[in-house]
């Protein structure tokens, strides 16, 4: 059984579409990377998923349970952070915190005292002193705590300083060497080059393409950087081609024979080619 199973996912807002006929699968166990940029749908996708809003067709299955009919079932066996986070105005950090494990009928006193001390939460200020970061800190003790079956996590990074995201992401590490399967979105492709085994693209609603991360590393293309004067018309297996003053840019999926006899005859002075990284790749299937 998959985590999450989704089956032509689709959520209209009026004309517009937020997502659409979304094929996407979470293997169990799996520590799973949803990637694209604001307003492609990923916050959308999220929502659904976890029954907080209705899908306009489609279905969908997480952890087994149908998302329109057993939300209830899901979001007791889940760990949520949203991309924003708001409290209830005048709480102090440790009754969030003790609230949060109460409503799934947990004690979770010792694990959310170990991260607090990890992240570095004062538990006596209140929800209303908090920086964005601070929050996002205190929302991430909420959703970890009990240690759930499936962590969902949207745009968790955003607003903490590096050393903190260091931290979060050895607390996500260990929680999935337990057996919890991780699925966060994010626009950042290197946070997803770092820590994901698998990942899906996410466009216009839609995923473009998704599989194993060194999977979609091993594309077969390489980046190539030329300094010089190069004349690319003729040459077939280019993308995402750039030129900046005597500088261009390209990936490769071509013939490499019929590449090095164009370079050998063009007059360069300086030649790099390398494996491209995943945000490169990335824009390569987005700008296409």
Excluded: W
């Amino acid at each position: 059984m998959n985590a999450i199973e989704t089956d032509k996912l689709t959520k209209m807002y009026g004309a517009s579409r937020g997502i659409n006929e979304l094929e996407l699968s979470v293997e169990t166990g799996d520590f799973f990377g949803f990637i694209g940029p604001n307003g492609a749908g990923k916050s959308t996708t999220i929502r659904t998923l976890l029954g907080l809003i209705s899908p306009t067709s489609g279905s969908a299955k997480v952890l087994g349970y149908d998302i329109v009919s057993q939300k209830n079932e899901i979001l007791s066996r889940v760990g949520y952070l949203p991309s924003e986070i708001n409290f209830t105005s005048g709480m102090k950090v440790k009754d969030v915190i003790k609230y949060s494990a109460e409503l799934r009928h947990k004690k979770c006193d010792e694990q959310s005292k170990i991260l607090c001390e990890r992240l570095s939460i004062d538990t006596s200020k209140r929800v209303d002193d908090l920086s964005l970061g601070n929050r996002k800190k205190v929302g991430i003790v909420c959703a970890v705590q009990h240690e759930p079956e499936l962590l969902i996590l949207d745009e968790p990074t955003s607003g903490l300083d590096p050393l903190m995201q260091r931290e979060f992401f050895e607390i996500l590490k260990e929680q999935n060497e337990k057996g919890s399967t991780i699925f966060f979105s994010s626009h950042i492709l290197s946070e997803v080059q770092n820590h994901c085994r698998t990942a899906a693209f996410i466009r216009d609603g839609r995923i473009i393409v998704s599989d194993k991360v060194e999977k979609l590393e091993e594309t077969g293309a390489k980046k190539v950087t030329l300094t010089g004067d190069f004349d690319a018309e003729g040459i077939s297996g280019i993308d995402d081609l750039k030129v900046e003053n005597d500088v261009t840019s390209f990936l490769y999926k071509g013939d490499v024979k019929l590449l090095l006899k164009k370079l050998a005859d063009s007059n360069l002075s300086n030649v790099n080619i390398t494996e491209p990284s995943l945000e490169e790749i990335f824009m390569n299937y987005y700008e296409g």
